[in-house]
């Protein structure tokens, strides 16, 4: 579609697009410039801990959060008009819940479940844990805040704005669901070709475009936080 042909609202897609881009590219680059001292510092038990698990926040908020924070402040967007409503929301946590059943099986025949622990995925979580009141709850709700809760909305506002940008009146052709299920996959590394790694990539395609294709069918995204949340990051 040409500049001319495109509506205000697509325009304006576009650009929010090019900042969550322009940003998760900038940070992505940051990152593995000092990487290699992040790794020391992260594994450096004489800093305190709340001091390393907010490095660790910071870099993946600015990875999957500052760019969809930056635009929704730029429109005035309210987390409301993302679907974290009410209405809904037992819904919405069950059908997404569904969604990963694929992933969940897959995980157990490859014998990689290795217990049940939010955010255990996450290196410095059962450290925190660990530690005294208040550090575990301030620790625990950093780590939520950065991996549970953006992680997961990142998805849901991209895909988002995907759809308004490429709009379509077929319910199972969503592009923001299929799209950002593909950046999953390549975030994550899932790709290969391997029958188990094929396997894999599938199960978090249907995990991924499940969740958003709800979240658009019940108007309520805490499916997805509540996924990243309790099942993606716990296994």
Not at 87 to 100: D, V
Not at 105 to 131: A, N, Y
Not at 208 to 213: A, D, S, V
Request: glycine share 8%; charged share 15%; hydrophobic share 55%.
């Amino acid at each position: 579609m040409s500049h001319a042909n495109r509506t205000a609202d697509q325009r304006r897609a576009d650009a929010d697009l090019w900042i969550i881009t322009i940003v998760s590219v900038l940070f992505l680059g940051f990152y593995m410039a000092v990487q290699s001292w992040f790794v020391k510092y992260s594994r450096d038990f004489n800093i305190p801990v709340l001091y390393r698990v907010l490095a660790g926040a910071v870099f993946q908020f600015g990875l999957a959060g500052l760019g969809i924070t930056i635009v929704m402040a730029k429109n005035r967007e309210s987390f409301a008009g993302h679907g974290l409503v009410r209405a809904r929301i037992g819904q919405s946590l069950f059908l997404s819940s569904l969604c990963f059943i694929p992933t969940f099986l897959f995980l157990h025949f490859m014998h990689r479940i290795d217990g049940w622990l939010p955010f255990q995925s996450v290196w410095v979580t059962k450290e925190v844990i660990c530690k005294g009141f208040p550090v575990n709850a301030v620790g625990v709700l950093i780590i939520w805040t950065a991996w549970g809760f953006f992680e997961g909305f990142n998805y849901v506002v991209i895909s988002d704005i995907i759809n308004r940008r490429y709009p379509t009146k077929c319910r199972w052709l969503n592009w923001g669901a299929i799209i950002c299920a593909i950046l999953c996959i390549l975030i994550h590394g899932l790709v290969g070709v391997t029958p188990e790694d094929i396997i894999e990539m599938l199960a978090t395609m249907a995990l991924i475009y499940g969740m958003l294709i709800i979240r658009e069918q019940t108007q309520n995204a805490w499916g997805v936080i509540f996924v990243f949340t309790f099942l993606w990051n716990a296994m």
